[in-house]
């Protein structure tokens, strides 16, 4: 015990400093404010692709017209929610930049980036800029607008003198109005080279890039790693994977028929128990081992969700996104999960999945329905919860530290 203390002191001032990183500080305060719209996003998701589909054991004793209205009460919610996350971003990171900065009026960072976001969203159509999809354009802009414009604003040249006679207000807002138009025509001027060079828009540009690595080592070993590392990285920051990941899960897809060790029902089973960043075993360490009364609510709150693999309540509440103690076990756990499991097939321990299973099932269901009802693969699950489970321990404890440690100092303050 004595040596991981030691190692928590280490690494306590480096965590530390890289969570209080100005521009991680605006994402994550961004975040923060959207976790009421992300947590009931979650929770529609497991009423609405779960418990309300037609396949569903409470489908299937209700008429089609109920189970569609049903699902259309429930898709209103995630359009109202987490398909509006990439705007959301774009509005509140560059305010709370503003307020790291000590800008007079965030607010206008905010229209500002607003703007500039829609003048990247493709001239046809482009709805699908303002889900997720969209969420690391969203964030490029606001960090990158905000801090332009800042710097732009203290260049007294680019003021225009309307009198000292005039309403602060419009006095301020004629300040800006250079600054303003200068920025626009830059974003588009990016956004149209961009476009012309390419022949691609913003999104897809950024997608294809990300998509290259995975698409070039299909369904192996490395291909499972370098899948689930994109994945849990961009999840770390608060985007959802799941446009830039596509193509290797189809892949995996495909390996099912070809007998590989590799295929998506492995890759699901063992690296996303609990959702993405094998999340079920820290839902177990809030819900049981927790020493602090606010995670153990939170666990509670994720729980159901979690077991079906809807880990947003618990990624966000906590958060796991963009903190740099919590984002370690969340790649490195289901990577450890892979790579056991894998080495155990491979051994023969347990069977190769054939299977097709849905990622809403939950573990120990997930091996046992993909191995054809194969023990060993219920037993290999056991086997990574467990070790899940010390791993998130350790990082819990180390984050409950520094709460502690921020308790005490906020307390001194006051």
Known sequence: MKKIDKIFEKLDPILGKI????????????????????????????????LFTETSIIGKFMDPETLTNIGTFFTRISTGTISLMSLM????????MGKQRGYYNPLILSITSLSLFFVFVPLAGGYDYFGTQGALLAMII???SSELFIKLSKNKKLRINVGDNVPEAVKNSFNTVIII??????????ATVLSV????????????????????????????????????ILFSFGIHPGAVVAPIETAFVTAMDQGRIINYSFVTTFGQMGGTG?????????????????????????????????????????????N???????????????ILA???????????????????????????IASNGDIRAVIMELICLVCDILIWLLFVRMYERQLNKADVASNSAD
């Open 197 to 232: 060079a390419t022949g691609m828009e913003a999104i897809a540009l950024i997608c294809d890039i990300l998509q290259k690595p995975l698409v070039s080592v299909g369904a192996t070993l490395p291909g499972a790693i370098i899948y689930t590392l994109v994945q849990t």
């Open 342 to 368: 894998y080495a155990a097939t491979a051994a023969g321990f347990m069977s190769v999945f054939t299977n097709v299973i849905t990622w809403s099932t939950p573990a120990f269901f997930k091996g046992y």
């Open 89 to 96: 971003l774009v509005i509140m990171i560059p305010y709370f």
């Open 278 to 322: 094998a999340c079920l075993g820290l839902l177990i360490v809030l819900m049981f081992l927790s020493k602090r009364k606010e995670l153990k609510v939170v666990g509670r709150l994720s729980a159901i969700a979690d077991i079906f693999n809807i880990n947003e309540p618990l990624s966000f509440g906590i958060p796991i996104v963009f």
């Open 324 to 338: 740099p103690t919590l984002i370690i076990p969340f790649i490195v756990c289901p990577l450890f999960n892979i």
């Open 142 to 144: 606001g960090l990158t």
């Open 19 to 50: 969570g209080n990183e100005i521009h991680l500080l605006a994402i994550r305060d961004a975040l923060m404010s959207m976790i009421p719209f992300l947590a009931i996003a979650g929770i529609s998701t497991f009423f609405g692709a779960i």
């Open 181 to 190: 138009i200068i920025l626009i025509c830059l974003y588009s001027l990016i």
